[in-house]
């Protein structure tokens, strides 16, 4: 017997398969009704709840049995899914008017899961009351279930636009994303109840009366202006940004609201903050600077009170400045998706609000006739047995008769419809018998109505009720055929379901404002202080501390372990630490014991380092032969067979090292590059700590061909970016410069720079000590020229600007930084030009701050 084969185009059953599936998942799973505002999922639990009446009146239920009773009967599945579709109808940080009320752990808005249904209870809130006040089949369509055991609900009668209150979810169906945010109920009901009234009023007018979203998380729309065109054409982004506060006296940054789109997933957010703010290890070894430079640590002090994250700013950095930076690179400022799409008795389509609105209120419309429908035949039924139930009481003896002679209900029942002469009937009742001409129904309820109760019936009591019901069919009549009568009871409704509502207060924030974008966060140079113990923790703090050694924030510190390897420190790439530090080995991709510690390092300095090995050999070298050109964490030693004891930073102003009871002239000690072996000058050291110190002995620095013995020179600054030596004498007078000092003498100060462009720093004396007779010195940022410097004796300076204007600083309060720091703006101003700068102690103007305008 041979078999049919059929052939198919491949491409066209694809297509077709995948549009049924497509349409399947967007009617049946993925996107809800506008209608009543719910998913199928969350229908099936609400008809669940409240055909199992767990009102808000009633105690609460286990989700778990609510769970299982929903798959078995409604929904068929998986638990986790209707458990977890329960929970999202339940949490207050994701729906404005939750319809479901959880009793125990239903999680958190910072992303902690509900507790698992076996655990936790449920029941309706009065606002999930409201969807079954009008529930009944016939005032909205009834449908088998999945295994035809049951009949449920296509759609909840919804009497409060739950849509729009409660917002959608991220919907995602096939080909189709829908996402409407939540809104507040207020301000909605208010809304709907003036397009009612007067459905022509303009969609300008009704933003009036709900100006945009409430995110149950608060935080600022700031594109006010976009949101009319959104409402409008039912899709476009709201730009949100979260509410941030300045805490002076901490010096911190406070979060205290979100943007909606992390409602439940907030330590999310907090996560990004903390990647963006923090150095990067790749590959384990090498080390990328922050995203966001100047914020020393994030904390998370969220809880019942509400969200607080801290964000704790590095000393001198600008609040603002940060805080701009902050919005634009990272999600505290987001946006938010409006895809207002949803389905109308499975018509997908793109809402606008007006749209919306006509369609929420035909839906109003059509379930109130049902409503009024089943009423109206309810009322017919009645009346028409009333009817025959006053007929038949003017009628009684005639009917006991007829009931004497039936043989039954059923033949009782054919003498009122037909008028049956029934054997044994009275002659003088043939007239009247003949005559009865009941209906079915008033025949049914007359032969129902036990004998002994037919001369009882009350005739007037009938009569009275009958023209009641009479009075309120003529009203039920009018609401069904009369819609302008209907459209006025519509509204009276809405008006005694807000009343209901508890009223809340606007939590959003709405603006207009431009999207936060990058700014340039400039961190002023700021001391810090760096010290390692016996132990191998490093310590890093803002504040002086015992033991500490300062440095600064913008410098690198090299850290030399036991094998001579050198891991640089950057410090603007390196948080402060808590308590007594960190290990080594956690900031470094080394077990070896760290011996020694040199600062700072930078391709500038003309400082050097001695170092001591295990095997008695010596050298010098400069620092800078450790500084990487990339912001690379390691220098390779270049001889790991000589183990390193200990490494010391040269004091510029001595000539001589104590190790031990030996003293050496730093010139017998051979200086070489970071390659060098170095020259053994003592014998082999043990393990246990030396004593070295650097004196100033006998012993002078090698004299190049000159004849003075003393190493001293006159220091010409002119104003350019380096100054020069004459070692030819040592009397000042005899040189022209915008400042001329000996070189002992300044050593022993500290000078102050002010710059063309208004910024200031000091500079310590030693930071220009030399090792040889040079001529010349890098004594500034490169390219930077001074208009005045001096040593800072003066407590004042005054400095005078072309406009004739004058400002007076305290010169204690100019930062110290390194020769090559570009100071701080001390005498800047964006609209006058800097004149001159001179010591201001005899001026009688006011002193004032860096920040101020000259006057």
């Given amino acids: 017997m041979s078999k049919k084969i059929n052939t198919a185009n491949l491409y066209e059953t694809f297509k077709s398969n995948f549009y049924d599936y497509g349409m399947s998942v967007i009617e049946d799973r993925a996107l809800p009704d506008i209608r009543d505002g719910l998913k199928p999922v969350h229908r099936a639990i609400l008809y669940e709840m409240l055909n199992s009446n767990i009102t808000s009146s009633r105690k609460h239920v286990k989700v778990a049995k609510i769970t299982g009773a929903v798959i078995g009967n409604w929904h068929p599945h998986g638990d986790k899914s209707v458990e977890d579709a329960l929970a999202g109808l339940a949490v207050p940080w994701k729906n404005a008017l939750p319809p479901i009320e959880i009793a125990g752990n239903q999680g958190s808005v910072f992303g902690d899961?509900?507790?698992?249904?076996?655990?936790?209870?449920?029941?309706?809130?009065?606002?999930?009351?409201?969807?079954?006040?009008?529930?009944?089949?016939?005032?909205?369509?009834y449908i088998p279930n999945f295994d035809d055991t049951a009949e449920m609900p296509t759609i909840l009668p919804a009497q409060l636009p739950y849509l729009l209150i409660n917002g959608i979810s991220e919907g995602i169906a096939v080909g189709v994303a829908s996402s409407l945010p939540p809104h507040n109920p207020s301000e909605v009901i208010k809304m709907v109840l003036q397009h009612l009234k007067k459905p022509k009023t303009s969609l300008e007018d009704l933003l009036k009366i709900m100006p945009g979203p409430d995110f149950p998380t608060g935080a600022t729309i700031?594109?006010?202006d976009?949101?009319?065109?959104?409402?409008?054409?039912?899709?476009?982004?709201?730009?949100?940004?979260?509410?941030?506060?300045?805490?002076?006296?901490?010096?911190?940054?406070?979060?205290?609201?979100?943007?909606?789109l992390f409602s439940g997933s907030m330590d999310n957010l907090v996560t990004s903050l903390v990647e963006a703010t923090s150095p990067t290890v790749v590959r384990g070894r090498r080390t990328q600077p922050p995203k966001i430079a100047g914020v020393s640590r994030i904390d998370d002090f969220s809880g019942k009170d509400g969200i607080d994250i801290s964000i704790k700013l590095e000393r001198n950095v600008d609040p603002e400045t940060m805080l701009q930076v902050l919005y634009a690179q990272t999600r505290l400022e987001t946006t938010v998706k409006f895809n207002f799409q949803a389905l109308n008795d499975k018509r997908l389509q793109t809402y606008s609000l007006k749209q919306y609105l006509v369609e929420y209120t035909e839906f109003q419309h059509e379930i109130t006739i049902n409503e009024h429908q089943i009423e109206k035949e309810s009322l017919d039924r009645r009346i028409e047995i009333l009817v025959g139930r006053i007929v038949a009481s003017q009628l009684i003896d005639e009917i006991v008769d007829v009931v004497k002679h039936s043989d039954g209900r059923a033949s009782v029942i054919d003498v009122l419809m037909n008028g049956t002469i029934l054997p044994g009937t009275k002659s003088d009742y043939h007239d009247t018998v003949r005559q009865f001409r009941f209906t079915q129904a008033q025949a049914e309820a007359i032969a129902s109505i036990p004998l002994y109760q037919l001369n009882r019936l009350d005739a007037e009591k009938m009569v009275n009720e009958k023209n009641e019901l009479a009075e309120r069919l003529a009203i039920v009549e009018r609401v069904i055929s009369d819609k302008p009568y209907r459209h006025k009871l519509i509204i009276k409704r809405l008006e005694e379901e807000y009343k209901k509502l508890p009223k809340q207060e606007r939590r959003t924030k709405i603006i207009q404002d431009e999207p936060s974008r990058v700014a340039d966060i400039k961190v002023p140079t700021a001391p810090r202080y760096i010290a390692i113990d016996k132990y191998g923790y490093i310590r890093i703090e803002e504040k002086a501390f015992d033991g500490a050694s300062e440095t600064d924030n913008k410098s690198r510190v090299g850290m030399f372990d036991k094998t001579g390897n050198c891991w640089n420190i950057h410090m603007e790439q390196t948080k402060t630490t808590k308590d007594r530090g960190v290990l080594s080995s956690q900031m470094f991709a080394t077990d070896e014991p760290i011996v020694g510690m040199i600062y700072p390092i930078n391709d500038e300095t003309e400082q050097q380092a001695l170092f001591i090995y295990e095997s008695g050999h010596l050298k010098r070298t400069n620092v800078s032969q450790f500084m990487t050109k990339t912001k690379a964490t390691k220098v390779n030693a270049r001889h790991k067979d000589r183990p390193l004891h200990a490494v010391y930073l040269i004091p510029s102003d001595k000539n001589t090292v104590q190790i031990g009871d030996k003293k050496i002239a730093l010139q017998d000690i051979p200086e070489q590059t970071n390659a060098g072996a170095g020259r053994k000058i003592l014998h082999e050291l043990t393990e246990e700590p030396v004593n070295v110190e650097f004196i100033n002995a006998t012993v002078v620095p090698k004299a190049s061909s000159t004849s003075s013995d003393v190493f001293d020179a006159v220091v010409i600054f002119d104003g350019s970016d380096t100054c020069t030596f004459d070692w030819s004498t040592t009397d000042p007078s005899n040189h022209d410069g915008l400042y001329v000092t000996t070189y002992q003498q300044l050593l022993k100060d500290t000078l102050v720079f002010v710059h063309a462009d208004g910024t200031a720093k000091k500079v310590k004396g030693e930071q220009f000590a030399v090792k040889t007779r040079r001529t010349s010195l890098q004594a500034n940022k490169r390219d930077v020229q001074s208009i005045y410097i001096a040593p800072d004796k003066p407590k004042t300076l005054l400095a005078e600007y072309e406009e004739g204007l004058q400002k007076r600083v305290e010169t204690e309060k100019i930062s110290t930084q390194t020769k090559v720091?570009?100071?701080?703006?001390?005498?800047?101003?964006?609209k006058h030009k800097l004149k001159s700068v001179t010591q201001g102690d005899e001026s009688e103007i006011n002193v004032t701050s860096f920040a101020s305008q000259p006057k």
Avoid at 119 to 140: F, N, Q
Avoid at 227 to 255: F, N, P, Q, W
Avoid at 823 to 830: K, L, N, Q, W
């Fill in 226 to 260: 976009e949101l009319c065109e959104m409402y409008k054409t039912g899709h476009g982004k709201i730009s949100v940004r979260a509410t941030v506060e300045y805490d002076k006296k901490s010096h911190t940054l406070r979060v205290t609201e979100i943007p909606y």
């Fill in 222 to 224: 700031i594109n006010k």
């Fill in 113 to 141: 899961p509900a507790a698992a249904g076996r655990y936790i209870e449920a029941r309706l809130t009065p606002a999930g009351d409201a969807y079954g006040r009008k529930l009944k089949k016939g005032i909205v369509p």
């Fill in 821 to 830: 720091g570009g100071g701080v703006r001390v005498f800047y101003s964006p």
